[in-house]
């Protein structure tokens, strides 16, 4: 499975960005898909995950509310809506492909894409 993200940038606290994460590989659609973050200095962070089938989702506790992750099959391809950015949101964002539902530890991901780095300014 090949992982390709996207959409990072630059944005103001209180503003929006929509990242995706466009999958690649024979059997891409039997894994989870999630999305991961790592600031400066700290561990890789649990912020989301999606079933491809049915849509099931998971987040972590300080995206809830604020980020929505939606997968568009037709496309092989996964975004996450992030809303109500806050400078504490900046860090370089992973996506990651897992064949165990809807985990939220870095060891239960078998596949990592290239991160894109999100700064949100206060």
């Known amino acids: 499975v090949q992982l390709q993200a996207s959409g990072g940038g630059l944005v103001q606290a209180g503003g929006s960005l929509r990242l995706s994460c466009a999958a690649s590989?024979?059997?891409?659609?039997?894994?989870?898909m999630g999305w991961f973050r790592q600031a400066p200095g700290k561990e890789r962070e649990f912020v989301s995950a999606?079933?491809?089938?049915?849509?099931?989702?998971a987040y972590g506790d300080s995206v809830k509310g604020r980020f929505t992750i939606s997968r568009d099959i037709a496309k092989d391809t996964v975004y996450l809506q992030m809303n109500s950015l806050k400078p504490e949101d900046t860090a370089v964002y992973y996506c990651?492909?897992?064949?165990?539902?809807?985990?939220?530890?870095?060891?239960?991901?078998?596949?990592w894409g290239k991160g894109t780095l999100v700064t949100v300014s206060s």
């Open positions: 590989g024979r059997t891409s659609r039997s894994y989870i």
């Open positions: 999606v079933t491809w089938g049915g849509g099931s989702t």
């Open positions: 990651a492909a897992s064949r165990l539902l809807l985990r939220q530890s870095v060891k239960d991901y078998d596949y």
